[in-house]
């Protein structure tokens, strides 16, 4: 048992080194004023009940000039009636249809590489439709890309979660990245394996996503958020990571059910291979969820006194981690003592796509169907 309770520590302080050094690196972007045009591409399908909000967020912009590009994935609700009348009002928003789906294209990245290829801004910032951006964020990413000679930089949003569904799942986003991505060492290398983003909010430099092929040359994947930062460092680009949660806001899903289904559709990109998973579940499960299991068989006399100390001590190390995770990032206090079930969660998730992969072989998302995997 003391072994457990030892490992249980060892694998809570991994996450836990990490995000005290990540959260003091990851700061928010101080905005400066330039001239150079930063356009806001927002592929949209379906999203009449967010875009509205979401295209006069952009179009609050202030500090850099800005247009608005509204890629219209061929929606059987009222978005593009929605944009058209804002449009008529502000030059600056332009409604662009999105052509039928090509064959072996994913439906956000055609859409995205639409938007970009009629974009005139020296950046493209991506957004998705459920993201309402700050007045100072497009300036904010601009100028940290300058400063910094990244040719793409991003943020996760203050994600808002007004369900339990939402608490159980999205925290896991921040983190992930807090806890077991090492920020200094991906300043410091280029090499594409740190590369990170959050596809709801991204930042590129026009003529460096050009250069490296655009959401074109990762037109299989559903998880650009992964892909394009490290399509960029194979390109021999800097990219970077911003604490995101002054620049925009997002409600990314209205229920565990959305939840699940989203999440899922990008885990096979990400945890969900059968050589990462096993690596993960240990990671996750024996540093967030071990400890929890051994106080609690402490407290029917089941793990001896040195044992119950030592896992005890995980126990608070893991807590004090999501709870540090948590305030910087904004986000609901009442996730902080769901943490230990979020895990399993994340995890369920995870072992649920990729044992469902060998079987169906395909991803769904917005009534469509993908192959997983790239070409």
Known sequence: ML????????????????????????????????RTLVSILIPARN???????????????????????????????????LVREIAAGDPRLRLVPVPSLPEGWTGKNHACAHLAAKARGEHLLFIDADVRLEPDAAAALAAHARRTGSALVSGVP?????????????????????????????????????????????LVARDAYAAAGGHGAIRWS????????????????????????????????????????????????????????????LLLFGGQVLPWLLVLAGLFGLVPGTALAVALAALIVSLATR??????????????????AAVLVALAIQWNVLLRRER??????????YTIGAP
């Not at 808002?160 to 991906?186: H, Q, S």
């Not at 910087?328 to 996730?335: G, K, L, R, Y």
């Not at 169906?360 to 917005?366: L, N």
């Open 360 to 369: 169906a072989g395909a991803a769904a998302w917005k009534g469509r169907r």
């Open 3 to 34: 072994a457990l309770a030892l490992l249980a520590l060892a694998l809570a302080l991994l996450p836990a080194l990490l995000a005290a050094s990540n959260l003091t690196l990851l700061r928010t972007p101080e905005p400066e004023a330039g």
């Open 47 to 81: 999203e009449a009940a967010n875009i509205a909000a979401t295209v006069r967020a952009a179009l609050a912009s202030a500090g850099v000039p800005v247009e608005v590009l509204v890629g219209d994935d061929h929606s059987t609700d009222g978005t593009a009636a």
């Open 323 to 340: 709870a540090a995770i948590t305030l910087i990032a904004h986000e609901p206090m009442a996730t902080i003592p769901l943490h230990p």
């Open 158 to 202: 203050r994600q808002r979660m007004e369900t339990l569904g939402e608490r159980l799942t999205v925290p896991m986003i921040n983190f992930l990245l807090a806890g077991y991505l090492p920020v200094a060492l991906m300043r410091a290398s280029l090499r594409p394996a740190l590369g990170a983003a959050c596809g709801q909010l991204v």
């Open 222 to 281: 559903l998880h650009d958020g992964v892909h394009l930062p490290r399509l960029l460092r194979r390109s021999g680009h800097r990219t970077d990571l911003v604490a995101g949660y002054a620049l925009a806001t997002c409600r990314m899903y209205a229920g565990f059910a959305e939840a699940w289904a989203g999440f899922s559709k990008n885990a096979h990109e990400g945890m969900a291979t059968p050589r990462a998973l096993p690596v993960w579940t």
